[in-house]
């Protein structure tokens, strides 16, 4: 009776054994589960972070979808501010007394403001890398006409012609396009001739508020400001760009970018085919290869 009490107590201990065994078993197996699965949930988020202007959010977050689509790795994040508070921040971040960025450990990956006139200063102080620049669209101004417009004129050299025509633009005294329209007209010597046809809005929504109500018959604004109204009005010219040079955008990589060959992906990719097809759908134009 007392052997067969021992073996049932050696039983129950190596029940209690076989029991532990398998708990451990089971608890490696979950922290490798979650541990697997946390990595890939860090491999997929990689951020790439990009501090750009307001005015670009449209092709950028286009963009930054479809590098997302053949990166799913990588979660693109857009910084919005003004050109001159863009720099302020760059900036303030790069000589923060208290915060020390050094070579691959920044929080900004690529900078893209609006227009390469800020990026040229920027890269003057080195807050961005040097021959990292790469343009990727370009602005111009374009002629537009409400689609019931049957005879709309196919230039700008055929606008000055046709004096019955009145043409909304956007007040230079506010606007960047008013200030290129303005120069345009001058430098096509149409300014003079076209003083009591023009009809002058408040900015770019405006010029194509009053092309729509009937206040004018074609306006002159940017070619992506006329995506937005792509259904109602159509563009019938382009400026010419040896009298109107187009705005060029670019991205650089922030002096302190985390991930430089992650920021090579993107730089390439904004240059591809699929890019170009992108922007050229959102009504921006394409700078020549090679740039």
């Not at 609006?114 to 080195?126: A, C, N, P, S």
């Not at 021959?131 to 230039?155: F, G, I, K, N």
């Not at 010597?189 to 003083?195: K, N, P, Y």
């Not at 508020?209 to 206040?215: E, F, N, R, W």
């Amino acid at each position: 009776m007392r052997e067969l009490r021992r073996r049932v107590s050696g039983l129950r201990v190596s029940g209690y054994g076989v029991r532990a065994c398998l708990f451990g078993w089971c608890l490696a197996v979950l922290v490798s589960s979650f541990a697997s699965c946390f990595a890939s949930q860090a491999q997929a988020s990689e951020p790439l972070v990009i501090a750009a202007s307001p005015s670009l959010a449209q092709p950028l977050e286009a963009l930054a979808r479809a590098f997302e689509a053949s990166h799913r790795q990588v979660n693109v994040r857009l910084y919005f501010d003004s050109g001159l508070d863009l720099r302020r921040t760059i900036a303030a971040m790069e000589n923060h007394p208290t915060v020390q960025y050094f070579m691959g450990s920044g929080p900004i990956h690529l900078i893209a403001p609006g227009g390469d006139e800020l990026l040229t200063r920027l890269e003057q102080k080195y807050y961005v890398l040097p021959q990292t620049r790469r343009p990727y669209a370009t602005v111009s101004l374009v002629l537009v006409a409400p689609e019931s417009l049957v005879d709309a004129p196919s230039s700008f050299e055929a606008l000055a012609q046709d004096s019955r025509l009145r043409v909304a633009v956007a007040d230079p005294r506010l606007t960047a396009v008013g200030q290129k329209t303005d120069e345009l007209l001058k430098a096509l010597g149409m300014a003079e001739a076209m003083t009591r046809r023009v009809d002058v809005a408040t900015d770019a929504r405006a010029v194509l508020d009053h092309l729509l109500q009937g206040q004018a018959d074609v306006g002159i604004i940017f070619g992506p400001d006329a995506y937005e109204q792509r259904e109602r009005v159509r563009v019938v010219a382009v400026a010419p760009e040896q009298v109107s040079r187009p705005i060029i955008h670019s991205l650089a990589m922030e002096r302190n970018c985390p991930n430089r060959p992650l920021c090579k992906e993107f730089l390439v990719f904004v240059q591809s085919p699929e890019a170009r097809s992108i922007l050229k759908g959102l009504g921006y134009g394409l700078p020549e290869q090679g740039q």
